[in-house]
């Protein structure tokens, strides 16, 4: 399996959230990209010297999202990546751009060197903050395989967070993550209704009962409920690593160490 190859073990992988920095032409773009990137590597230092599984780079705060994401956006996702790639070399890496710029996240993470990304809209339409979601996953898996970039997973999100799924309100959780295994997605991810908001712990199971690839939790998971989360492949962890828990504060080292050192003894 592609991912116990990645990251060394099935489960349960910690995978911590850089949250970049405001990027350049964007509404609250203010840092000059050398500091953009020093922060990221600092944050990956922590990460990487806490023992963390791997990390996600995302361009969170890029706020508002928008569906028409320019060039200058995947030059500098390109700069922070390769930078916590050379950091990081060994440390299993992906990427995020938003909002739902699956194939530039593609792109840069065949640039950069990173080993998976984290796509929306894979299968099935929605309604996000952003506006309607189409699914993507034909043209993605085809640009996938046009740039040479095959051994770099996808790892989909499944009736996603911030979103509305009225359009798809009678296909199950279930239904909807055995669409995305057919579809050829290489891990599934499920989240709470927002950033930070805990998922479901049935839908975990559920999810995990329907299909045979890896499905990993994508939101809330914290140093108190992650007992309720350990038969989940992967947890992805943003807020909680952060001060106070918020995701747009910086990384905290303590709170990275206390969270992996508790999940040491818990795999034991």
């Not at 806490?50 to 996702?77: K, L, Q, R, T, W």
């Not at 995990?208 to 350990?230: A, K």
Request: with cysteine.
């Amino acid at each position: 399996m592609k991912f116990l190859d990645l990251f060394g073990r099935l489960k349960p992988v910690v995978i911590g959230m850089i949250h970049v920095k405001a990027l350049p032409g964007t509404p609250l773009g203010c840092m000059k990209m050398s500091q953009i990137v020093e922060e990221a590597c600092r944050e990956a230092a922590i990460y990487r010297d806490a023992g963390i599984d791997g990390v996600i780079i995302e361009n969170m705060h890029d706020i508002p999202y928008s569906f028409s994401v320019g060039p200058e956006v995947s030059a500098c996702m390109t700069s922070v990546c390769a930078a916590v790639r050379g950091l990081c070399p060994s440390m299993p890496l992906g990427v995020q751009i938003l909002s739902s710029a699956n194939q530039h996240a593609l792109a840069v993470a065949l640039a950069s060197g990173l080993d998976f990304i984290r796509a929306e809209g894979f299968v099935f339409s929605h309604v996000a903050d952003e506006g309607l979601l189409n699914a993507c996953a034909g043209d993605l898996l085809r640009y996938r395989k046009q740039i040479g970039a095959e051994h770099v997973q996808i790892f989909t999100d499944i009736k996603k967070k911030h979103s509305s799924h009225a359009l798809t309100s009678d296909v199950s959780i279930e239904e909807t993550a055995r669409a995305a295994e057919f579809f050829l997605s290489d891990g599934l991810i499920v989240t709470g209704a927002a950033t930070g908001l805990q998922a479901d712990p049935q839908e975990l199971r559920e999810v995990s009962q329907s299909v045979r690839i890896p499905v990993l939790i994508g939101s809330g998971v914290t140093y108190d409920n992650i007992e309720r989360y350990l038969h989940a492949n992967g947890m992805i962890i943003g807020s909680h690593f952060k001060k106070n828990g918020h995701w747009a504060n910086p990384v905290e080292p303590e709170r990275v160490k206390r969270f992996m050192g508790k999940m040491c003894k818990l795999r034991k």
